[in-house]
């Protein structure tokens, strides 16, 4: 059981905290007396502060962590270089021992239209012990820059957790303000459940894949110290045959890596973690999941193998969502939701937490579109805020 945390939204976006702890029932009511504006924000300009390029030469850049396995015990460590390709290898070592240790990765660069990226490193870190502080380096060999995180404790039913919720974030000065409250939250978010819709690059005249440069030195403060859990959102698609760029999700895959692999996933889009009392679901809105496509084989296998007993929570993330009062958007998750739906109830998924939509909303346990109006063992009894 657990309780959701305060939550607060700007303009496009929400961060709120997921406290996954003792059994506290929570009346989920008004937590908040922020009243989001109406009006889209401006991004903010090239030159802000949170835009600012780290001196130094070939310094590492847009240093962002994601889990790396499974179950918590390895680290995907991503950066960017500009000057040259540099050494892809971090250095890491844990808090109590001061012998450093050291993981090999890749560096991978891609093309969109006339931009061409910085050099984008992805280095696995493995067999990290679990509840324990490591300091790791990159940019070795030419300017390093040192960063620290923890790993979760061990995947069970009683270990407390909690994670942050954050979507479509983009980088306007209400993006700043929202990164702001997630930081200052008191609940202390330690990973962030990320929903999809980054940088906001595709915007832009190109896709003006700087923006994605500058969304990754931007995020930076939170996501170089603990694993965001990325989604795939629309703005992620980046499908432009008017310029030539048919490959959709061309830059998102390039710059953010997940551990796909680790669930027997076939595809980035979708995949699933544990992560101490939790078992997370990542699901695509934007790729296909009819009966028989990889993502429905997938989910279909994937949903047996959640242990209630070893992680009383499940979680599912994705982008669109299946419900939505709004007018915007409304109705783009239905396909999905009509596809998988009767799955969620019958394995009694807890919950949903999905972006897209740029107000906070949450309702209670739904299926069928009207309210179930039972909870069961282990749910989060929750209500609409808005
Ligand atoms: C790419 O083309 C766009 C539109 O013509 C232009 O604004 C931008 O400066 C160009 N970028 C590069 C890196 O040449
Ligand atoms: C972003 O927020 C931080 C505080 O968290 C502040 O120091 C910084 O000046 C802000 N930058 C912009 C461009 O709003
Ligand atoms: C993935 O498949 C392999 C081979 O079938 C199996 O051993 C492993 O347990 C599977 N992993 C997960 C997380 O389901
Ligand atoms: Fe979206």
């Known amino acids: 059981m657990g309780l959701l945390g305060s939550s607060s939204s700007c303009s496009s976006l929400v961060a709120v905290v997921l406290v996954l702890n003792v059994a506290v029932v929570c009346n989920g009511g008004k937590t908040s007396t922020f009243v989001r504006k109406v009006e889209i924000g401006n991004d903010m300009p090239l030159d802000s502060d949170v835009f ?27 950066w960017v270089t500009v000057d040259e390709p ?14 450093k240790k050291q993981a090999q990765g890749k560096v991978v660069t891609y093309k969109f239209t006339n931009y061409t990226s910085g050099f984008i490193h992805h280095t696995t870190i493995r067999k990290l012990k679990f509840s324990t502080k490591y300091y790791y380096e990159v940019g070795i060999g030419h300017t390093p820059r040192q960063f620290w995180f923890t790993t ?21 000065f209400d993006s700043n303000m ?39 030195r931007f995020v ?3 996501v170089a110290y603990q694993p ?30 997940v551990p796909y692999k680790a669930s027997n996933s076939t595809a980035p889009f ?38 209630r007993t070893e992680t009383p929570w499940l979680i599912v993330l994705m982008h669109a969502p ?22 969620f109830v019958d394995k009694k998924v807890d919950v949903v937490f999905a972006g897209h939509v740029h107000a906070y909303e949450r309702s209670n346990h739904v299926s069928g579109v009207y309210s179930t109006g039972i909870g069961h063992k282990g749910a989060l009894p929750l209500r609409r805020s808005l």
């Open 86 to 99: 540099g050494s892809s290898t971090v250095n890491y070592w844990s808090e109590n021992s001061k012998e």
């Open 178 to 216: 929202t990164l702001t409250h997630y930081e200052l939250n008191p609940q202390k978010g330690k990973t962030v459940l990320y929903v999809g819709d980054l940088s906001y690059a595709d915007r832009y005249p190109n896709h003006d894949n700087v923006r994605w440069d500058t969304w990754g």
């Open 228 to 257: 965001w859990i990325w989604t795939a959102g629309n703005h992620e698609i980046d499908f432009v045959p008017e310029i030539g760029e048919t490959k959709p999700f061309k830059p998102y895959t390039h710059r953010y890596h």
């Open 322 to 343: 299946w419900y939505n009062s709004y007018n915007h958007h409304y109705m783009e998750g239905e396909t999905m939701r009509v596809t998988f739906e009767k799955w």
């Open 52 to 78: 600012q390029i780290p001196s130094g030469y070939n310094a590492p850049q847009q240093v962002h962590i994601t889990q790396g396995d499974h179950v918590g015990k390895a680290v995907i460590v991503s």
């Open 220 to 222: 930076e403060r939170s």
């Open 270 to 307: 979708w995949y699933s973690i544990k992560r101490a009392s939790a078992y997370i679901i990542v699901l695509a809105s934007y790729s296909a999941y009819g009966t028989y496509t990889p993502q429905y084989k997938w989910l279909e296998a994937e949903l047996q193998k959640v242990d």
């Open 152 to 172: 979760p404790p061990e995947v069970g039913p009683d270990v407390p957790y909690t994670f942050g919720l954050i979507g479509d974030l983009g980088q306007t």
